[in-house]
């Protein structure tokens, strides 16, 4: 970028954003990159900025800029904060638009209307939508929320899938990802499914210093929310107050009041639950309480958060484990957005896995219900519109939807179908499609234990939190002791003065991190294949294999046998 154009992106953001003094770290080297007019995969982290990046390109680009957006409420909250700031024409593509208000969005989408256009994935996967597209000039994709493109995402989509026949649909724009929580493994996905052509990667350090991070072991389920009270009547408010299910959400918020209302508690909290079965209305309700202080702890499922700008979160506390390393970071991340100090605390049960592990287990078919959706599908001897296959499959098999919708993904994915003008045919062996999704679904669920086992190493571990979730995350934390994660105080507890040499420090660190492996390194195992090194700690090497998901090796072993070697 010429020294003109770098004067103009600083000018645009004083004159857009007035109210930003300069640039976050990875925010200019991004925004440069697209405006250069190549693709980025841009990975900040929460708080650093990355709405920042694909507004201001779309602002200094002369055509539309597309942004896929995985939840309807960030989405209406992005079009609302675009059009007080920049005033231009935003438009918002949901299941919601219908008829005729829909046929004259999408009319005036073809004429090059809008400045920004703001969709669902399943929404750009829709034809009428890309017919819109394909007649307007797009100078930027972005794809928000990355991860959800990779199976290792920790909210998968099926429908960004297809984001790439979307932009092929809008004539091959640059793209950019934007995520806040993208190990290396993920990053690679999303460059492949995307078809990323030489994408820059910018990468920003994901510590957040101001962070406390603490596990505390529940010991009796039945006495956990007497536990929780406990722990919100001492750290700082507001708090969230994160749960598995949305059950979950409601029985928390209901005890924690019974708790406030007894006389034997030495403090009374103003306490709400938030999740994504209640009506609109009541969760807006509810949300602006929270922004606005009226509730001190919102007792929430993953669907608060993404898109919620509440930067004064001084804690953050899991009730029961969640489903990876990523969910938890992302989530523990939305404390301490203003830089104060600020807890994360895990409240750890081994046995609290279950809850996922059946929620797993319901997200797909049973062999049997597999076994009719295949058996519809494998009728198709002629070419149908997709959607009558899939409505035929949800009315035969009694499946969701969204079921149906994945089923044929898998299937196209897998070669079992045909693509003509007016839909879409079977071809291929229904028995060995069986034998293949079956193997795919457990490979998928090989991958969310896995993940469930790096939960619980997190928890369970004696060394540094912060450097067991920076490693995971693809980043090092360079100290021995970060003195701001329960077991490193614990540690720095019991050491005397000459324990803090910087040379026997330095010692420690080399001897705990030191042996054949480096964090990073591609690797190849003769049963499961091609992996990354994620994380060292003594003895253990923990390899992050594209088969199997996480494996947690004896490091001696593994070198004796020659289980590892370079990829």
Not at 303 to 325: C, E, L, N, Q, Y
Not at 438 to 455: F, P, Y
């Amino acid at each position: 970028m010429s020294t003109a154009q770098a004067t103009e992106v600083t000018a645009a953001l004083q004159r857009y954003f007035p109210q930003l003094q300069r640039f976050l770290p990875g925010q200019r080297e991004a925004l440069e990159g697209v405006l250069d007019g190549r693709d980025v995969i841009a990975v900040l982290p929460t708080g650093g900025g990355k709405t920042l990046v694909f507004q201001l390109a779309g602002l200094l680009l002369e055509g539309t800029t597309v942004v896929a957006t995985p939840l309807i409420a960030l989405m209406h909250d992005q079009v609302r904060r675009l059009r007080e700031d920049s005033h231009l024409p935003v438009a918002a593509l949901s299941g919601s638009l219908r008829g005729a208000e829909r046929q004259q969005l999408l009319a005036e989408l073809a004429t090059g209307a809008y400045g920004f256009v703001f969709s669902t994935p399943e929404q750009l996967s829709r034809a009428d939508v890309r017919a819109a597209l394909a007649s307007c000039r797009i100078d930027l994709f972005c794809v928000d929320e990355a991860h959800c493109i990779s199976e290792w995402g920790f909210d998968f989509r099926p429908a960004y899938r297809e984001l790439t026949t979307a932009r092929e649909a809008m004539g091959g724009p640059p793209v950019l990802a934007l995520t806040a929580t993208a190990p290396e493994t993920v990053r690679r996905d999303v460059a492949r499914e995307l078809d990323l052509r030489d994408p820059l990667v910018v990468a920003r350090g994901f510590d957040r210093p101001n962070l406390h991070f603490t596990v505390v072991r529940v010991t009796d389920p039945d006495r956990r929310d007497r536990q929780l009270y406990g722990l919100l009547s001492e750290v700082q408010t507001p708090a969230v107050v994160y749960c598995t299910t949305r059950r979950e959400a409601e029985e928390t918020a209901l005890s924690l009041l019974d708790f406030a209302s007894s006389g034997s508690c030495p403090r009374r909290l103003r306490v709400g639950h938030y999740h994504g079965g209640m009506d609109r209305q009541t969760r807006e309700r509810v949300q602006n309480a929270f922004l606005a202080d009226q509730l001190e702890v919102l007792c929430a499922t993953s669907a608060f958060g993404m898109g919620i700008d509440k930067p004064d979160i001084r804690t953050v506390i899991h009730r029961t484990m969640p489903d990876s390393v990523e969910s938890y970071w992302q989530e523990a991340g939305r404390a301490g957005r203003n830089g104060r100090s600020s807890d994360c605390v895990l409240m750890f049960r081994p046995e609290d896995r279950a809850a996922h592990e059946h929620l797993h287990r319901r997200s797909r078919p049973s062999e049997s219900t597999l076994a009719k959706m295949l058996h519809v599908t494998s009728k198709v001897d002629h070419a149908t519109p997709a959607d009558a296959v899939i409505t035929r499959v949800c009315e035969t098999a009694a499946v969701a939807r969204s079921g149906a919708v994945a089923l044929i993904e898998d299937l196209d994915r897998f070669g079992y179908l045909t693509h003509f003008k007016s839909g879409i045919r079977w071809r291929g062996d229904p028995q060995r499609a069986m034998d293949e999704l079956a193997m795919h679904h457990e490979h998928q669920v090989d991958i969310e234990w896995s993940r469930l086992d790096m939960v619980a190493g997190y928890a369970e571990t004696t060394g540094c939190r912060r450097r067991f979730l920076l490693n995971y995350l693809g980043d090092e934390y360079p100290a021995e002791l970060c003195l701001r994660c329960d077991n490193c105080l614990r540690v720095a507890e019991q050491r005397s003065f000459d324990d803090w040499d910087p040379d026997a420090e330095r010692d420690r660190i080399t001897m705990a991190r030191s042996g054949p492996f480096a964090p990073g390194e591609q690797v190849v195992h003769p049963e499961w294949g091609e992996g990354t090194v994620q994380r060292i700690e003594g003895e253990v090497v923990v390899v992050r294999f594209d088969a199997v998901g996480y494996r947690s090796m004896h490091t001696p072993t593994v070198v004796e046998r020659g289980l590892l070697r370079s990829a």
